[in-house]
């Protein structure tokens, strides 16, 4: 409820990408989502850039009559007609500039695939990407010119099939990998897995746990017992699901300077927080906080949460399957930017570890030790009338 009220972009991309599963131009699967606004104008751009133009001119040359070599269609016969009942090829390009950057709304053109009857009678698209992430279909997997919002860092196949008005299917299908780099900024992923339900990728099981991100002016309520305003659910200096996209740099439109939280996929096995480069030189670095909390684990006991954080195009630390129960707000680290790698004298990244929580007697930043958790934790601003988990069955564990 809480993504549908509060927070459009998360719901429509998380609509975007639709559910798993196999399909064939056959047998139609059933994630045909409507209502995304990554798709305005994206897909009637396609249709009129040069690209696609081309695209529809091999379309025609296709048909022409030229005579078919009467070998089975392969690569070799992109330029010519098909033979009468040869296999139709699934050809297609991936649009826009290069290198991508996340995260990125990939756009692709299948106009210039080839069939011996000339036209193309339904495309089905795969998507696999970089691991953990579900295979997954775009929002419109059955278009020649769908598109894929790749939040994740890392290499994304995507595979085409194609089936011809003569209803015969390519025997072959068509990939092509994509390499999705970080910005030159700040990209952080956390990605959670259950360890009771290996495969999260049926859909049957939906945890959900929220990345923070705040800035330096992020102050809220002391949940945490250490005597410091907590980051976490600061609006607008919080980015987290209810706050995904807020302006903190230039008031100038258009200067890309402002945080964005994105789903990956589904929006059902992890997030990534992107903050561009400042465009002007800081002199003094800006503290920001990574914090993980386990919202709503479904009735699971436990989740296993995993957070990267790249800074500059580096992945420079990784914190691996954290477990984490129910409203645990964990205090991943602090990232100091721009770092000494630019003007600061700052590591960029500063881990958090705790003898044990602040309101238990413990310290927090210590340079070893426990990550820094703190259990049962509940901003009251989104408490009881959201759908995160119930605070009156949580209690602090010894
Ligand atoms: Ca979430
Ligand atoms: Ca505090």
Redesign the pocket.
């Known amino acids: 409820m809480r993504r549908l009220t509060a927070v459009a972009g998360l719901t429509t991309l998380a609509a975007l990408l639709g559910a798993c599963g196999s399909a064939s131009p056959s047998e139609p699967s059933a994630t045909d989502v409507a209502g995304n606004p990554y798709d305005d104008g994206q897909v009637a751009d396609a249709h009129t850039d040069g690209a696609i133009q081309d695209a529809d001119a091999d379309i025609a040359d296709a048909g022409n009559g030229d005579a078919g070599n009467g070998e089975p269609a392969d690569a070799a016969d992109l330029g010519d007609a098909l033979a009468p009942g040869a296999c139709p090829i699934p050809v297609f390009e991936v649009l826009g500039s290069k290198p991508k950057t996340a995260p990125v709304v990939i756009n692709l053109s299948a106009l210039g695939s080839k069939s011996a009857t000339g036209t193309i009678a339904s495309y089905a698209w795969t998507v696999k990407g970089p691991a953990g992430m579900c295979p997954q279909y775009g929002e419109h997997p059955k278009l020649p010119t769908p598109s894929f919002t790749a939040a994740r860092v890392g290499d994304y196949e995507f595979c085409l099939e194609v089936v011809d008005s003569a209803r015969t299917k390519s025997c072959k299908n068509t990939c092509k990998t994509v390499t999705v780099s970080p910005n030159n900024g700040i990209h952080v992923e956390l990605t959670w897995q259950s360890p009771l339900v290996p495969d999260l990728c049926d859909g049957s099981f939906a945890m959900?746990?929220?990345l923070h991100f705040a800035h330096p002016l992020a102050l809220g309520p002391d949940i945490d017992c250490d005597k410091q305003p907590d980051p976490w659910f600061s609006n607008p200096f919080d980015v987290f699901?209810f706050n995904p996209k807020p302006k903190w740099g230039s008031p100038t439109p258009g200067t890309n300077d402002d945080p964005l939280l994105t789903p990956d996929a589904t929006?059902r096995h992890g997030?990534v927080l992107t903050l561009p480069p400042p465009p002007t030189i800081q002199t003094k670095p800006l503290v920001y906080r990574i914090g993980v909390h386990a919202?709503n684990l479904k009735g699971s006991q436990e989740a296993r949460a995993t957070v990267k954080t790249w800074v500059q195009g580096k992945l420079i630390h990784t914190a691996a399957a954290v477990p984490l129960h129910e409203l645990d707000m964990w205090n991943v680290g602090r990232v100091h930017w721009p770092s000494k790698t630019i003007n600061g004298k700052q590591v960029a990244m500063e881990p958090c570890h705790q003898s044990k929580a602040p309101c238990q007697g413990g310290k927090q930043w210590l340079a070893a030790g426990d990550r820094c958790i703190t259990q049962c934790y509940v901003n009251p601003a989104f408490a009881a009338t959201q759908s995160g988990g119930d605070p009156k069955k949580c209690k602090v564990k010894p």
């Open positions: 959900d746990l929220d699901w929006g997030e919202w």
